[in-house]
């Protein structure tokens, strides 16, 4: 899949993006990435203005794909999500059906529950885009 998405699909995953962040509290980034880590649209605002797209999708898929080889070794059926909890907050991965790698980034007191949820809806909506 290439990470290259212009015009009104790129605008529509930025506005995706943007409403997970203005519905759901404590969203403060996300981004959809490739399988293979290169970036396709990012929301980040504040402090996550300035981290690099490039850096961001490698760690991502990295992570997710560790997280896969994991629940397949251990035999716990299909990944749903990758949470790392750090004392600032939640970063949060999943996968879209293999053509996407959906990040989150959250606030220490946000509703997970809730976040993983929007998740998995816009999810739905993101894949008709991509």
């Keep these: 899949m290439s990470s290259k998405i212009e015009g009104t699909e790129k605008t529509i ?13 404590g969203v403060q980034a996300s981004a959809l990435i490739t399988p293979e ?14 981290t690099s797209d490039v850096i961001m999708g490698a ?27 750090g004392e600032q ?3 949060i991965l999943t996968s879209i059906e293999e053509k996407a790698i959906f990040l989150a980034l959250t606030t220490k007191k946000a509703n997970l529950g809730f976040i993983l949820l929007s998740m998995k809806k816009l999810g739905e909506e993101i894949l008709e885009h991509i």
Excluded at 13 to 25: D, E, S
């Design 89 to 91: 907050g939640y970063l």
């Design 13 to 25: 995953l930025i506005g995706m993006l943007a409403t997970l962040q203005r519905i759901t509290r």
């Design 37 to 50: 880590g290169l970036p396709i649209v990012s929301k980040f605002k504040g402090k996550y203005s300035t």
């Design 59 to 85: 760690m991502s898929a990295a992570l997710l794909s560790v997280g896969e080889r994991a629940v397949n070794e251990l035999k716990r059926g299909t990944l749903q999500h990758v949470l790392l909890a």
